[in-house]
């Protein structure tokens, strides 16, 4: 079912072409330039002395924990910087001095700002108020918190059907909050509570439980620093987790290889200059990758096919190269797993990986002798149609080399979002976990649904059929963070009510159901009071350690309310003061939630106390090699078949990546320093000889178009940019070119949409 725009407004914004700058990309991440980027940028943002002020007190013990990506921070971090440029451009983004009130929206109607770029938006400034947008009108203003709560409350009274109600949460929240939303739309009889891990580390999850038994990593940060080989496949630490290459320098100091598998050449993997350290400011810094495998798109699988297949052959001489004490003791499927390795031809898995059969060597010969082997992957393995398998086949290798659950092995998925892992694990899930719902019956006081609710790709489907009526997000953006975003669009209109728990302006507060609402919360930096006393939340990092956070800045302004306090508001005045959850005293004592939380998600205990300083570890079955919940008692070697490759002559496979400048759909500038591109996203990384090859030169301007099912989705004007990037693929940013990817195309099982191949045509202009 279509429906017609209600107002009208742009679902891309503006899509001109600004003075566009090339450079050579730099050969080096971090050090003294990424510093004073960093800096000029926050600084700018929010003032020099409040910038000084907070950055000294983040990832610190009592300060807040930094509101980007989920790297872990060391048990006894530096006193002095324990952040990174990406973290202090993502507080200045937080904690900025522009603000979007009521005023502004009264001079700026929603069609006028939706034909600015998702940059400019951005840049308006933080949320200061709560608005409401009503039917027909396209101007927000100002209401109430009372009658926000209120009109929420009624129109979710109006439904047919608690199942009408979807619940997003972007990963930035608290468990805290997390856990009252998600025990919220439980206790409202749905379990629609989508994930932005469902476009992310998804895949992840469902592979990790598949073959380990759970849906998490086994690495803690002290693993990697003694690992003997790191591999890095599909991510670019530079840019995404920049703390991570501290990690990766000590594991070389103490004599570790990394290997980079990736189809570009990220810059933190060649070269790196550690800020923290003297010789990170005037030295030639490290060089990360030993060994760089430029694999193509999607071609991981054939890859580790083929080093499994040489690690086979040698272990077939020597008889030691496998553990076999560990794979009789832990694993099943080993057989099966040489027979059918057995199949394929090592010269066609080659052909496919398109890397040279001498960096393959190289990696085997180094593998061979080494048992401390760590995988590190992210979004390059995750969002494939087979991005499940890819991550199995490479938890085969580790298993075949015993290198889990043993210090300094095993595996190591980078999550995104600074409490994305925290958010799952306190019950932001879809699907049914009969032990929680036990839990919350017996803990709780209320039955929770027992069928499955929609995802990120089922929320999308259901808004566009017009069977949900509300949908609310906590934080997030998830109009430009989704598939096929005019698909998206249509969806989100479809609804009645749409409403954003969020702190910056962005695209998803303009293309709106018919009524519309902004709650503006209080940001990760800034002090949570409660009757004069400042209060803490907590956070789970991407390797399963619980510690709290408390902001230290003044809130952007006294109309901003908590995260936990707004849904706890929200709670009350749907469900009363009669109802077994006391939703007003939860909004008040966060020490309650953590009290529920213990009792209520799998593994948290006494969190009150024990996530104090440096937090604790939520228990991990593959630490302690317990494998006893899996068929057998025992971890499982898998059998994954070739990725599906077809290209059409004229076609390529185009990744969506990331730039240096932005945290997801959040832009914060146009440069890409480390690809040496400046003030210009609409742009598209070719291989030069590819360019020749259909008479393309630089800068030339393309549109690009993907046909799935018959139907041809186009991103418009995209300069071409000759790369070092393997034939027959493309790199462009997301999320220009989300436009592209299909709503129903997505990974198998985890329902990853498949960003990061998409095949495409290019169109000169
Ligand atoms: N500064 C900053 N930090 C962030 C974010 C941000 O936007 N900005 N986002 C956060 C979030 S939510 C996430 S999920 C992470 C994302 O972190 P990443 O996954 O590192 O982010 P992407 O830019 O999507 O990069 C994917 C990498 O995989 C490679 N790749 C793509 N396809 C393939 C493939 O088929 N095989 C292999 N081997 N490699 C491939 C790309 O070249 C690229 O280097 O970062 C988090 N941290
Ligand atoms: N094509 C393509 N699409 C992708 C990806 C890709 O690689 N390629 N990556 C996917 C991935 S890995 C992810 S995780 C998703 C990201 O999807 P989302 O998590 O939905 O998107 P973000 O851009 O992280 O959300 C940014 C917004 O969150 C709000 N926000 C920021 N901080 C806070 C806070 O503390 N509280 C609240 N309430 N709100 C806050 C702000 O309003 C800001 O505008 O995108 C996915 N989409
Ligand atoms: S590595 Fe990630 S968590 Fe650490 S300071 Fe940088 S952006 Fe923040
Ligand atoms: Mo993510």
Known sequence: MESKAQRNVSFRGSEDFLDIEL????????????????????????????????????????????????????????PVAEYCENGAKALGDEATTNHVDANFFKKNSV???????????????????????????????????????????????????????????????????????????????TNNLPDCSNMCHESSGVALGETLGIGKGSTTLEDLYEAEVILIAGQNPGTNHPRMLS????????????????????????????????NGWIGGGEDMADIHLPVNINQDIPLVKLILKKLIALDQISGNVFDHEFITTYTQGYDALLKD????????????????????????????????????????????????????????????KGAIGKPNTGTCPVRGHSNVQGDRSVGIQHFVDKGLNERIKNYLGFTPPDHEGVDVVGSMKAMYEGKAKIFMCLGGNFLMAASDTE??????????????????????????????????????????MKDGKPRHFTVENSM?????????????????????EIIANIGRAYFGDNHPMDWKALG???????????????????????????????????????????PNGKAQITINSLPEHTLQKDEYMLMTIRSHDQFNTTIYGLNDRYRGVYNARRVIFMNPEDMKAVGLKKLDVV?????????????????????TIPSGNLASYFPETNVLVPFNHFALRSKTPISKSIKVRLVKK
């Open 111 to 189: 069609e006028e700002l939706s034909l600015l770029s998702d940059y400019e938006l951005n840049k308006c400034g933080r949320l200061v108020e709560p608005l409401v947008l009503r039917p027909g009108s396209v101007h927000y203003e100002p209401i109430t918190w009372n009658d926000a709560f209120q009109l929420i409350a009624s129109e979710l009274k109006k439904l047919d059907h608690p199942d009408e109600a979807i619940f997003y949460t972007s990963g930035r929240s608290s468990n805290e909050a997390a856990f009252l939303y998600g025990m919220f739309a439980r206790a409202l009889g």
């Open 341 to 400: 390795l057995a199949r394929y031809k090592d010269k066609e898995l080659l052909e496919q990986t398109g890397v040279s059969e001498d960096s393959i060597d190289k990696t085997v010969a180094l593998l061979a002798n080494k048992s401390k082997i760590i995988v590190c992957w992210a979004m390059g393995l995750t969002q494939h149609k087979n991005g499940v398998e890819n991550i199995r086949e490479f938890v085969n290798l580790l298993l075949l």
């Open 247 to 278: 990690a990766l320098e000590k594991c070389k100091q103490n004599g570790g290889k990394v290997i980079s598998i990736n189809p570009l050449e990220e810059s933190g993997l060649v070269n790196f200059k550690n800020p923290q350290n003297i």
């Open 23 to 78: 450079k050579e990309p730099v050969d080096h991440a971090a050090g003294y330039l990424g510093v004073r980027e960093a800096l000029k940028h926050t600084f700018k943002e929010m003032g020099v002395l409040r910038s000084m002020r907070s950055l000294l007190r983040m990832n610190q013990k009592d300060g807040f924990d930094c509101p980007s990506c989920a790297w872990p921070d060391p048990e006894h971090p530096s």
């Open 703 to 723: 549109d690009i178009t993907s046909t799935y099912d018959q139907t041809v989705r186009t991103a418009h004007k995209f300069k071409v940019i000759p790369y």
């Open 588 to 630: 008040a004592d966060y020490e309650l939630i953590r009290s529920q939380i213990d009792q209520v998600a799998k593994g948290f205990e006494n969190t009150e106390e024990r996530s104090q300083g440096a937090g604790y570890y939520l228990p991990n079955n593959v630490r302690n090699l317990d494998f006893s919940m899996l």
């Open 544 to 564: 399963g350690r619980v510690k709290q956070s408390k902001g230290i800045l003044k809130p952007a302004s006294d109309k901003v309310m908590s995260e936990p």
């Open 487 to 528: 698909y998206t669009a249509k969806g989100i209109q479809n609804c009645d009510l749409t409403v954003q728990i969020s702190t910056k302006l962005n695209r998803t507060h303009l293309v709106t159901g018919k009524t519309a609402l902004i709650l503006p919360t209080i940001g990760r930096s800034e002090k949570d």
